[in-house]
């Protein structure tokens, strides 16, 4: 249709917490909640919030652009941001301080960018405090490795064996 013009613009916000969604810190200790964010046409005036089990918040900040560092809003006074957003990373982690069993559970790092049309976006970490850490036993995991290596080791020892014996054919045959 003449004079009709559709202009397409996706605008990405992203918000992680990592690989895994799951952190295990040990009681009274200090533990880190990770999250980053990407976007893809910048930002200004950017909001972000951490919550505890979806309804308490524990930390709010503003990053004004990407030349500065967040500005501090409101938190608990056992919180500490930890994060930087003035590098290649848009890090707004934070650090729980003094963990107890009663901060077992969801953390939800909150971000909001009115520069993408107010898009927000969220990720969510749970927190498992323990009295003491399990050792995990790797005993499988090492007879696994050693047999694999060992094969990958019989293997480039076979074709080693078998390019020395080719090479004497070779010299045996090129002297007579």
Known sequence: LPGLHVLAIAFTLEVSVGKTNTVMALNNSNVLLPCTFTTCIGFQDLVFTWYFNST???YHGKIKSKASEPIL??????????????????NISIVLKDVEFSD????????????????????????TVVQKMVETDNTVT???????????????LFMLVKRVVLFIIKKTQDGK
């Open 142 to 156: 090492l007879i696994i490795v050693g047999v694999v290596g060992g094969l990958i080791g019989l293997l480039v």
């Open 56 to 58: 308490e918040m524990i």
């Open 73 to 90: 809003v409101a938190r608990n006074p056992r919180v500490e941001f930890v994060g930087s957003t003035t590098g290649k990373d848009n």
């Open 104 to 127: 077992a559970g969801k953390y939800t790092c909150h971000v909001k960018n009115p520069k993408e049309k107010d898009a927000q976006h969220n990720a969510t970490i749970f927190l």
